[in-house]
């Protein structure tokens, strides 16, 4: 199967690479570029360990095609830091002991800065339905709410 | 080794003459969230895959005589967004808002929802509810199709060969209308529906229901249009007496099977207590209240 | 009655705070790298063939296809593993078979499970490695399967082992049978005890399998040099452990063999043995390359052992005053393909929270054809507690108390009595519940159709062996290492407990997991036992610095060394009689190191013993959809008795993490099996994990009653918080809709056909 050649922009850079078209963005990430930040809990869509922004939709990267990624803008957990600062959300990951093994952590961090971006007041409940496709196993979630919502609170300046 | 082609059309005919012009296995590439995983465990292997998401025609939100034109391609997250769509059929919504997981959401679409044909799809139960006209491109043209009449058996549509759902549409709405989506599932989120009901209403200025239609996901090998259900609404007030009569007509209607997801006799008892429920919460649509 | 630790709190000046962990920013920038995120130049990917059958036996193998595929470099069948003799090795509790696990990693005469793995290939991409499996042909002989343990042990079952005889039965049985062992504790006089009682209640109960769930699919990368010298990448709950069972399956001394701790996402118990190491490192001998396998979520359920289903019948009598005189527990548990479920945790473990004078506890280990169990949180103890924790309640019910107090009345303290021998050496359990007791909302009343459970859970805890190694850098910063795998922040507990003896700021220690060859030997990061341990390990690794320190002061005060005291990070005369000396920091002896006898740092080893059990008691209130049989969690209050925590937010997310997976056990997972013997709910769509959205905020309560064979007083936390949920909900279930839930999960349609009986 002869590969495509896909430009697209990861993280603000413009980046290229070459895949098969039956290779999901997931796999792309990993192993042809080398961001094995974005992780693969299932390779199916259930899990949420593997979620990027694509054109500022959160997705699951494993249900995405790399040559998708054509033209369009991916935001992985490698570009939220911004050198030595870390995002909001990443400092209060590390306050409120929101990771234990911390597998699952790249994928909340993408999926909860998505939610912010579009409600920075949520309710509980609304993070909770809102995380609901990030499974955590270690943690229970309790202390990933709580970064969320401490997360948000700094964002509104309150 | 399979060997595969991406294609990006950008008309459906394009999309519909490449399929005809492929003797292999062709698929829509719309969402990708059931057809990535079907490729990923070897249970379709295509030779050919479209991304049609580049088709103008199938990204439309747009209101079309009083009532809406909604792309094939449109994701439920882009969906749940149009405000103005979402006030106007919140149970189309209701179903757009539980299929899988925000992540799901943001690439799932009614088009492959409906055509991936899953009894247990989200979004097929309301649009059956809803009254939703499917329009079909095709070797042949176009034409318009009933949504109910779309899903033929677990995996399979009446589709032909080459044809391509590019849009839907969903009637004007009358006054005092209302619509919901219910389903079963054993978490709150994440898990295919182990029932769904979609169900329709419109009131008179009286309160007397004047049209209904009650559609059941998840009990039989595809989603059902159950007329007997919405008799047991039509002329009456929607008071409790219809209601059981609904359920009764809701449970009769079930033909489900046994599997991991749950039982017959659980399956065809939560018909009839979601059947109530559903009419209950468009009721209360109805009646203006949310 | 809870110790004063208020005069210790006192010299506590980071012990007890919750810092931000070593590892903290590399995990949530995604630059940790776990298991599948190692590569090396000229890395070959490899892809396991697995049975589809559940019981098989292999005619015959065909490689050829496979091995013509350009890009195929490597294949390995079982017979590539060196075989073991038949022997049970080490202590009965923990014994290992390595005839059995050389043939749970890959199959020989016989697929005993769906997924059982046949071959591997290792080839130049994943898909050509995935093509190569397609092509490798095997031919079975299809054999009747077995799934649920009742089934096997019926005497015309089908024999996964045709020369399987019952272990633990005098004399020993004729006939084969999948029953690998039976085993038994019993004190007093069962028969008496029960005669004695006001009040007897039996009842039977069963549980399925559930899988420990971790999002980190097993993972590793393997380098063999031709100098046979092997480099290992693996995330493991121990890789001193990986060592060695990777080294004794492929045929290697442990020396040759170093692996490098990569991060884990998870592991619970199931991590503590290996499946993709030993195929990796045989490929990459093989091959001469580089060879990284990952498993997919669909392998991990199918071919990496859950813990076990069970079947068990408790029978347990009280007298009207609540005293319980009489417990009786029949325990069968299904063990996989291979002997060795967690039966003997369960039968020890059922009764241990309570003083009773009569005690029969008999469990039975039943092999069947299904992945091999391992270990996962608390292996056995959750599945008996399901049983003893129910009829405990209705015992409660039946003689007109309140659950905790039953509890508090029975409970064991420091010296009381178990089934198996030993005294209890702690108290701490009468804490858990008086915890409860107090709590403010216990009495909170509740509404229709909704209802509130308790129960109570001991798990051992471990101790065992660890090493640790305190280096003082040239300007003053402290580096430890150990080789304690940190599942979930151990580094900052290791930190905190050497900045506190060593009386420096936590932020000036580094804490570090090294590789196999740069630390001493380290057990697994698993039963409750590293904070304990090693951490045992680190604050003597940090006394023996301290009197290094202690002597290098002395020689630059050119004093006598009993005349230096090591205070709050200084060096001190021990009085103004000494010499006008101002305190010497770390720093300063550090930088004079050279001339007072070089680098400053030790090590320290422990086989820690004295450890203390842990004990949990939770309450939780639900709600009953009584049209579906739906469960909602209102609230979940979790007691437990942690000794000292260390990192008091790190010891809370141990309980809380605990008592979810105990919420999805309850409720919603499963095994499920079709009528073929294969696995239809492979995947985290149909394995229902809880999900955020399921969840209130889960309520942890930290009782601290000190552990004296601890510097700090730590006992394990890990673990005990994951034995009492199940029957807590089924206690709340029952005490909202009048319902006695004896099956797990207790998912809706359960429910609602227990509802729908009347």
């Known amino acids: 199967m002869s590969k495509h050649h896909v430009t697209t922009v990861i993280n603000g850079d413009p980046v290229e690479f070459l895949c098969q078209p039956n290779v999901s963005l997931l796999d792309v990430l990993r192993d042809e570029l080398n961001m094995t930040g974005t992780k693969e809990g299932c390779g199916t869509g259930d899990c949420g360990a593997c979620s990027v922004t694509l054109d500022g939709r959160l997705v699951c990267s494993c249900l995405v095609l790399g040559v998708e990624a054509q033209g369009k803008s991916i935001q992985t957990i490698e570009g939220m830091a911004n050198g030595e600062t870390l995002h909001v959300l990443q400092r209060k990951f590390l306050e409120h002991a929101a990771l234990q093994c911390g597998i699952c952590t790249p994928g909340f961090l993408i999926a909860a800065r998505s939610l912010l971006e579009r409600n920075n007041n949520p309710t509980e409940e609304e993070v909770r339905f809102w995380l609901a496709g990030n499974l955590c196993r270690c943690t229970g979630y309790n202390n990933i709410i709580t970064a969320v919502l401490e997360a948000a609170r700094e964002m509104r300046g309150a | 080794m399979m060997e595969m082609r991406f294609e990006t059309p950008k008309t459906a005919e394009a999309a519909s003459a490449l399929i005809a012009a492929t003797p292999g296995l062709s698929k829509i590439f719309s969402g990708g969230t059931d057809l990535m995983v079907h490729m990923r465990s070897g249970n379709i292997k295509p030779d050919l895959v479209l991304d049609i998401k580049s088709i103008a025609e199938m990204n439309v939100i747009a209101v079309e005589n009083g009532g809406y034109r909604v792309g094939a391609a449109v994701n439920c997250m882009q969906l749940l967004e149009n ?11 209701d179903g757009a808002n539980l299929v899988g997981s925000i992540q799901v959401r943001g690439r799932a679409t009614l088009g492959g929802n409906l055509c991936n044909a899953s009894p247990g799809a989200d979004t097929v139960p309301a649009m059956i509810a809803a009254g939703a006209i499917a329009s079909i491109v095709g070797p ?15 995996g399979k549509t009446s589709l032909a060969k080459g044809e391509l759902i590019v849009s839907f549409f969903l009637p004007k709405r009358a006054p005092h209308s209302g619509d919901a989506y219910l389903r079963f599932t054993p978490r709150t989120e ?35 249009l159950v007329p007997e259900a919405a008799a047991a609404l039509i002329g009456t007030t929607v008071d409790a007496a219809a209601l059981a009569k609904l359920a009764a007509a809701a449970s009769a209607a079930a033909r489900p099977i046994d599997d991991k997801r749950g039982t017959k006799e659980f399956r065809i008892k939560v018909a009839g207590v979601l059947a109530r429920r559903a009419a209950e919460k468009a009721l209360s649509r109805a009646k203006g209240k949310n | 009655m809870l110790t004063n630790t208020k005069d210790i709190e006192q010299v506590m000046k980071v012990v007890g705070t919750s810092p931000v962990r070593p590892d903290g920013v590399p995990k949530v920038t995604g630059q940790a790298q776990y298991g599948a995120d190692y590569s090396l130049p000229g890395m070959l990917w490899a892809k396991v063939l697995r049975s589809p059958h559940a019981h098989a036996r292999i005619l015959s193998v065909d490689t050829s296809k496979a091995a013509a595929l350009p890009g195929v470099k490597g294949i390995i069948l079982g017979s590539d593993f060196p075989d073991h003799p038949f022997d049970y090795v080490g202590p009965e509790r923990v014994a290992q078979n390595y005839w059995h696990m050389t043939r749970n990693i890959m199959a020989r ?29 095997v031919k079975y002989e299809v054999l009747q399967h077995c799934i649920d ?21 005098e004399p020993a049985p004729s006939k084969p049978s999948n029953i690998s062992k039976r085993l038994e504790f019993s004190v007093g006089d069962i028969a008496a005890g029960f005669a004695s009682a006001d009040e007897v209640v039996e009842m039977s109960f069963k549980t399925a399998a559930v899988h420990q769930g971790y999002i980190e699919p097993h993972s590793c990368l393997a380098r063999y040099g031709a100098d046979g010298q092997c480099e290992l990448w693996s995330a493991s709950q121990g890789h001193f452990v990986v060592r060695a069972y990777t080294a004794k399956l492929v045929g290697m001394e442990i020396g040759n063999l170093l692996v490098h701790p990569a991060e884990i996402g998870g592991g619970f118990g199931g991590k503590t043995v290996v499946y993709v190491e030993p195929m990796a490192v045989l490929l990459s001998r093989k091959t001469g390359h580089p060879v990284k396998i990952m498993m997919s979520r669909e392998d991990v359920f199918k071919s990496t052992g859950p813990t076990s289903g069970s079947s068990m019948t408790v029978k347990i009598g009280v007298k009207k005053d609540g005293t319980i005189v009489a417990a009786e527990g029949l325990f069968k548990f299904q063990a996989g393909a291979f002997p060795g479920s967690p039966v003997m945790n369960a039968t020890m473990c059922a009764f241990a929270p309570y003083i009773i004078p009569n005690v029969k506890s008999v469990g039975f280990d039943v092999v069947s054809n299904r992945p091999k169990s391992a270990a996962y949180r608390a292996p056995g103890s959750p599945i008996s507690a399901f049983a003893v924790e129910s009829v405990l309640d209705i015992l409660a019910k039946k003689i007109g108390m309140d659950p905790l107090k039953l509890r508090l009345k029975n409970a064991v303290k420091a010296g009381s009595p178990t089934a198996w021998g030993p005294k209890h050496s702690h108290d701490g359990y009468a804490e858990t519940i008086q915890a409860l007791l107090d709590h403010p909302q216990y009495n909170k009343p509740l509404g229709k159709n909704q209802g509130r459970g308790v129960a109570s859970g001991f798990w051992f805890n471990g101790g065992g062996e660890s090493t640790a190694s ?25 930190a905190l407990m050497a900045a506190e003896t060593l009386g420096v700021p936590y932020e000036s220690v580094r804490s570090t997991v090294a590789d196999t060859a740069s630390i001493g030997y380290n057990h697994v990061t698993g039963g409750s036992r590293v904070t304990y341990a090693t951490g045992i390990a680190v604050v003597e690794a940090c006394n023996k610095v301290i009197e290094d320190l202690r002597l290098r002061a002395s020689l630059m005060w050119d004093t006598d060394i009993k005349n230096v005291v090591w205070s709050d990070g200084y060096a001190k005369p021990v009085d103004k009689s000494v010499g006008n000396f101002e305190p010497l920091s770390l720093k300063a002896i550090a930088g004079k190191r050279a001339v007072t006898g070089g680098p400053i740092g030790y090590e320290a080893s422990t086989n820690a013993g004295g450890q203390a059990p842990g004990f949990s008691t939770q309450f939780v209130d639900v709600e009953v959809d009584p049209e579906t049989g739906a469960v909602k969690i209102l609230q979940f209050v979790a007691a437990q008795d942690v000794g000292r925590a260390i990192h008091r937010d790190y010891c809370a997310g141990q309980i ?20 073929k013997g294969r696995l239809s709910n492979a995947g985290f769509l149909d394995y229902r994990i809880p999900v955020a959205s399921d969840l209130p905020m889960i309520e942890a309560v930290l009782v601290e009653v000190p552990n004296p064979s601890h510097p700090f007083g730590v006992k394990g936390v890990g673990e005990a918080n994951i034995v009492p949920p199940m029957a807590a909900i089924a206690n709340a279930i029952e005490n909202a809709i009048g319902r006695r839930m004896t099956e797990l999960p207790m998912s809706p349609p359960r429910v609602l056909a227990a509802i729908d009986a009347g």
């Open chain 2, 140 to 154: 042949n043209g176009r034409r318009d199709v009933p949504v109910e009449q779309i899903p033929a058996g677990p």
């Open chain 3, 470 to 494: 305190v280096h003082i850098n040239e300007d003053g910063t402290v580096v430890i290492a150990t080789g304690s795998m940190d599942v979930g922040g151990s580094r900052a507990s290791m």
């Open chain 2, 83 to 93: 405000t103005a769509f979402a006030t106007t059929w919140p149970g189309v919504i």
């Open chain 3, 109 to 137: 005469e016989k697929a005993l499970f769906e997924g059982h793995a046949i071959a591997a290939v290792a080839a130049t991409t994943l898909a050509i490695a995935a093509e190569a499996v397609s092509l490798i042909e």
């Open chain 2, 190 to 224: 994440m898990d295919i529906a182990v029932v769904g009901v979609g169900l329709s209403l419109t009131l008179d200025d009286k309160g007397v229901c004047t049209h209904a239609r009650v559609s059941l996901g998840a009990v039989a090998d595809r989603a059902l």
């Open chain 3, 656 to 675: 809380v993490g605990g008592v979810v997976q105990g919420i999805g056990w309850a409720l919603n997972e499963e095994y499920i099996y079709d009528s």
């Open chain 3, 149 to 169: 343990v009742e089934d096997a042990m019926k005497p015309d079952a089908p024999l996964l082992f045709e020369d399987m005889i019952t272990r633990g039965v």
